[in-house]
C-alpha cells in the first residue's frame, strides 16, 4: 500500500530564507507527481507537477524535483515571502483508464515572517 | 468558469441526523473526486466518478456513506446516520481527460462538525 510522508510537519523561517520542503513514498511505480498549496479554509491548487519520466519542473520561484528510484521529491522555494505561509501537500498517483488517483501526504504548514 | 462549487460551506448537525454535502464541477470535466481531510488522517479519497459512473468507491469507509451523480454537473456525498467522527472537511474535485486529466481542481470544502 503506498504511503505519503512529508517532513517537516510544520516549518517556520524568516522572510527571504531559502527553504526546501520534503516528501517521500513507498512505492516507486507512480505515474506523475504533484504538490499543492492549501491556504486556510480554503480548497488545494496545483503548483507543479512531475512526470515520473522528469527529474524536475520549475514554476517561478519554486522548484520541484523527482527521485522516483529513492521514492523521494523536494520542494525548493527561494527567497521565501509571507504570502507563501500556507501548507504544502505532495500527491503520488497511478492511473486507470485515464483517470490518475492520487494518494496525499499529510503536509507540511509553512509561516514565512515578515 | 466559477470553479468546483461546494455548498454548504458549513454544516452542523446532531449525531444520528442525515448529512448531504453537494458538488458542482467544472463545466466539460469528466472525472469527479469526493475527498475527506482530517488532521488525524490527512486527505483521502473516498470515491470517484468517470463520466457520472462510480469508478472506485473503496475509500468510503462504511455502508453509512453514498455518493451519486445523477449527470455531469452535479453530485452529492451522503451520510446516514452521521456519527461524530464524520467530523471532517470534505472537498469536491474535478478533472478533465481532454486536459490531461492530472490536474484536479478542487473546490473550497464542506466543513461538517457532527455534535
Known amino acids: 500500500k503506498q504511503e505519503v510522508t512529508q517532513i517537516p510537519a510544520a516549518l517556520s523561517v524568516p522572510e527571504g530564507e531559502n527553504l526546501v520542503l520534503n516528501c517521500s513514498f513507498t512505492d516507486s511505480a507512480i505515474y506523475n507527481l504533484q504538490w499543492f498549496r492549501q491556504d486556510p479554509g480554503k480548497g488545494l491548487t496545483s503548483l507543479l507537477l512531475?512526470?515520473?519520466?522528469?527529474r524536475e519542473q520549475t514554476s517561478g520561484r519554486l522548484n520541484a524535483s523527482l527521485d522516483k528510484s529513492s521514492g523521494r521529491s523536494t520542494l525548493y522555494i527561494a527567497a521565501s515571502q509571507p504570502g507563501d505561509s500556507a501548507t504544502y501537500l505532495c500527491a503520488v498517483s497511478t492511473t486507470t483508464s485515464g483517470t490518475y488517483k492520487y494518494i496525499f501526504g499529510t503536509g507540511t504548514r509553512l509561516k514565512v515572517l515578515a | 468558469d466559477a470553479g468546483v462549487i461546494q455548498s454548504p460551506r458549513h454544516e452542523v448537525t446532531e449525531m444520528g441526523q442525515e448529512v448531504t454535502l453537494r458538488c458542482k464541477p467544472i463545466s466539460g470535466h469528466n472525472s469527479l473526486f469526493w475527498y475527506r481531510q482530517t488532521m488525524m488522517r490527512g486527505l483521502e479519497l473516498l470515491i470517484y466518478?468517470?463520466?457520472?459512473?462510480?469508478?472506485?468507491d473503496s475509500g468510503m469507509p462504511e455502508d453509512r456513506f453514498s455518493a451519486k451523480m445523477p449527470n455531469a454537473s452535479f453530485s452529492t456525498l451522503k451520510i446516514q446516520p452521521s456519527e461524530p467522527r464524520d467530523s471532517a472537511v470534505y472537498f469536491c474535485?474535478?478533472?478533465?481527460?481532454?486536459?490531461?486529466?492530472?490536474?484536479?481542481?478542487f473546490g473550497p470544502g464542506t466543513r461538517l462538525l457532527v455534535l
Open positions: 474535485a474535478s478533472s478533465s481527460w481532454l486536459a490531461g486529466g492530472e490536474t484536479q481542481y
Open positions: 512531475i512526470q515520473s519520466s522528469q
Open positions: 466518478f468517470n463520466n457520472n459512473v462510480p469508478i472506485d
